[in-house]
């Protein structure tokens, strides 16, 4: 199991300003993953952070629009850039523990833009 | 492209009812299940999760079945109640080094005392 903390819990931005969102394990994983939930819809998965190297974007999700870093086993940042109305989500954190057991979840963070 | 479906949508019952959520997708060449509760303003807590080598997985009033060949799974909830109210979620998660989880839209559960 995995005790995983995520800030800001909500925010309310502005068109056009980017926010970095943490998020903070309290055990070294291997695997940790960024999620996007929009409104009405099911998880979609956004990037797999790679811990030392570039993390990789699923189809739909880009580098400029959405970086990540990853500097240990134990955090991670996703910055929504250049926000619009249409990045209005709730942003999750995952990890993966031990491979192939169950993948974990932080409270996740409700981006509201106006 | 994996795609997963869960029905129904969103389901009501009285306390005490015995209950099944499904969920269904379309390859079955997946790792392992999961199924998730989410409560409102919350992430997901896992509830379950099958490998795909399993037929089933029980936790207290849970139990978990897959059926990889017709792409199939049910979360059968016992004797409900009302903090069991939340969205459940299903999640396949891909073969070999695909860590990617694919996820259904969820059944919202309300039991009502």
């Known amino acids: 199991s995995a005790v995983i903390s995520q800030k800001p819990s909500r925010d309310i931005c502005q068109r056009g300003t980017s926010l970095t969102i943490q998020c903070q394990v309290d055990?070294?994983?291997?695997?940790m993953f960024w999620y996007r939930q929009q409104p009405g819809q099911s998880l979609t998965l956004i990037a797999t952070?790679?811990?030392?190297?570039?993390?990789?974007?699923e189809s739909g999700f880009v580098i400029d629009k959405f970086p990540i870093s990853r500097p240990n086993l134990t955090f991670s940042t996703l910055t929504v850039s250049n926000m619009s109305p249409e990045d209005s989500s709730i942003y999750l954190c995952?990890?993966?523990?031990?491979?192939?057991?169950?993948?974990?979840f932080g409270d996740g963070t409700r981006l509201s833009i106006l | 492209k994996q795609e997963v479906t869960q029905i129904p949508a969103a389901l009501s019952v009285p306390e005490g009812e015995n209950l099944v959520l499904n969920c269904s997708f379309t390859?079955?060449?997946?790792?392992?299940l999961q199924w998730f509760r989410q409560d409102p303003g919350k992430g997901l807590t896992s509830l379950l999760l099958?490998?795909?080598?399993?037929r089933e997985q029980t936790s207290g009033r849970l139990n978990a079945s897959l059926d990889k060949s017709s792409g199939r799974s049910t979360l059968y909830i016992a004797a409900s109640q009302p903090g069991d109210s939340a969205t459940y979620l299903c999640?396949?998660?891909?073969?070999?080094?695909?860590?990617?989880?694919?996820f259904g839209k969820g059944t919202l559960l309300t039991v009502n005392p």
């Open positions: 995952s990890v993966e523990v031990v491979s192939n057991q169950p993948q974990h």
């Open positions: 055990s070294q994983v291997t695997m």
């Open positions: 952070a790679n811990q030392g190297s570039e993390a990789t974007y």
């Open positions: 390859d079955s060449a997946i790792y392992n």
């Open positions: 099958i490998q795909s080598s399993q």
């Open positions: 999640a396949c998660r891909g073969g070999g080094s695909n860590y990617k989880l694919t």
